[in-house]
C-alpha cells in the first residue's frame, strides 16, 4: 500500500521545475541578445508548458493516490505550483536587475519611451501616463508580482477546470 503524500510536496517540485522554466524564457532571450527581435513567443510558450505541467501534475497524483483525489487538491496543487514558481521567478529577477545587469530596466524603459514619442498619434499628456506606465511596470518587484497574480490565476483556473474534468472521469470510471 502506497504511503500518502502531501500535496505539498507532490506540488512543490512541479513549481521548481516551472520556475526554472520561466526563468529559462527570459534568460536565453537575454543572453542571446535578441530580446527586441523575439518579442512574446517565450511568454505564450511559458504559458503553454504552464498549462501542460499543471495537466500533467495533476493527473499524475490522481493516478497514484486516486483515493485522496478530490477538487480541493486539485486546486491546492495548481496554487502551490504557481506560488513556488513565481516565487523562484521573483529571485532571479531581483537577482538579475540588482546584480547581473542593474541598468537592464533603465535601457528597457528609456527604448519604450523613444518609441513612445515617435509615434505620430501620441499626445503629451498620453505620453506622460504611458512613460510612468512603462518606469513602473519595468520595477523588478512589479514584474515579480505581475508573474504571480498571472500564474496564481491561470494556476487556479487551469486546475479546477482539470479537477472537474478528472473527477468526471474517475467517477465514469468507477461506475462501470
Known amino acids: 500500500m502506497r504511503q500518502i503524500r502531501s500535496p505539498y510536496r507532490f506540488a512543490f517540485k512541479y513549481g ?7 526563468i529559462l524564457t527570459a534568460a536565453i532571450p537575454y543572453a542571446t541578445g535578441s530580446i527586441k527581435q523575439i518579442g512574446q513567443w517565450p511568454q505564450y510558450i511559458y504559458i503553454l508548458f504552464f498549462i501542460g505541467l499543471l495537466l500533467f501534475s495533476i493527473n ?13 487538491i ?6 502551490i505550483i504557481s506560488i513556488v514558481s513565481a516565487w523562484f521567478f521573483g529571485l532571479y529577477n531581483l537577482f538579475f536587475d540588482g546584480f547581473i545587469d542593474p541598468d537592464f530596466a533603465a535601457q528597457q524603459v528609456a527604448s ?7 509615434s505620430p498619434n501620441m499626445t503629451p499628456d498620453r505620453l506622460e501616463r504611458l ?3 512603462a518606469k513602473r511596470a519595468h520595477d523588478p518587484l512589479y514584474g515579480s508580482l505581475n508573474i504571480l ?9 487551469v486546475s479546477t477546470v482539470a ?4 473527477k468526471t472521469k474517475n467517477t465514469k470510471v468507477s461506475q462501470i
Open 149 to 157: 497574480v498571472v500564474n496564481l490565476i491561470l494556476g487556479t483556473v
Open 163 to 166: 479537477g472537474l474534468i478528472f
Open 16 to 22: 521548481i521545475a516551472n520556475g526554472l522554466f520561466l
Open 74 to 79: 486539485c486546486i491546492l496543487i495548481g496554487v
Open 112 to 118: 519604450t519611451i523613444r518609441q513612445l514619442e515617435s
Open 60 to 72: 499524475r497524483f490522481r493516478n497514484q493516490y486516486s483515493a485522496d483525489f478530490n477538487l480541493k
Open 131 to 133: 512613460t510612468a506606465h
